[in-house]
């Protein structure tokens, strides 16, 4: 079982919904990335949480702690928003030292 | 944010040869760099961390004689794949991580390995 669940695996919505992607962890961490992963595989660091709320734009990112779980949200959704979002977990232990645990990833399409 | 680069974006070799990534940052030292590796479809993987100046730390199952690991300077690491497979065909990203940026790494933008 991946020590990190994200949900939905796939989402497709239209241009200027609200979206929402989902990201549960299993284990201690210290800190958690939401990461944007375009089609050519270059990988872009949203955010970092390690409590919370970060608002970037029209990116808001949320983690609760206690319940292990984190969310991503995209306000005013646009087609170029179209992209993988991947949760990623620094834990305190597996995954190397300092290394990530990443989520399978949100392949997420707007569609104008 | 700090920007990190890979080169090359994409290589095709033939199996048997060995290819040489490099991942820097330009505008920062990184203390310490990681490298991932992401098959089609597939999660991004841990595959080792390396610190400025001594051996890298390898993810179990990643095999340290053949994916060697260089981070010679505070802002080059280089991977090389040796004796390359056509399973060892993916996509090879790196990161990295400087001194008083916490927990945060930047992402290079990755490389393409296709071994015929």
């Known amino acids: ?112 | 944010g700090a920007v990190v680069s890979q080169h090359p974006s994409r290589v095709i070799c033939k199996s048997g040869t060995s290819v040489k990534i490099e991942c820097r940052s330009l505008d920062f030292q990184a203390t310490t760099m990681f490298w991932y590796r992401q098959f089609p479809k597939q999660s991004l993987m841990l595959m080792a961390t390396s610190n400025e100046g001594s051996k890298a730390t390898y993810e179990q199952g990643v095999e340290k004689d053949k994916f060697l690991i260089n981070h010679a300077s505070l802002t080059l690491s280089t991977l090389t794949v040796t004796s390359a497979h056509p399973e060892d065909s993916s996509f090879y990203i790196c990161s990295a991580r400087g001194v008083g940026q916490g927990s945060e790494q930047f992402f290079g933008p990755g490389t393409r390995l296709t071994v015929l």
């Open chain 1, 1 to 112: 079982k991946n020590e990190v669940e994200q949900s939905p695996q796939n989402l497709t919505a239209q241009e200027g919904e609200f979206i929402t992607i989902n990201c549960s962890y299993s284990v201690g961490i210290s800190a958690l990335h939401w990461l944007q992963q375009h089609p050519g595989g270059g990988i872009v660091s949203l955010f970092m949480l390690s409590s919370g709320k970060k608002k970037h734009g029209r990116l808001i990112a949320t983690i609760n702690i206690q319940e292990k779980h984190s969310s991503l949200h995209i306000t005013a959704s646009h087609p170029r928003d179209s992209a993988v979002y991947i949760c990623a977990v620094l834990a305190y232990s597996g995954g190397g030292a300092d290394g990530l645990t990443f989520g399978k990833g949100t392949h997420l399409i707007i569609q104008p």
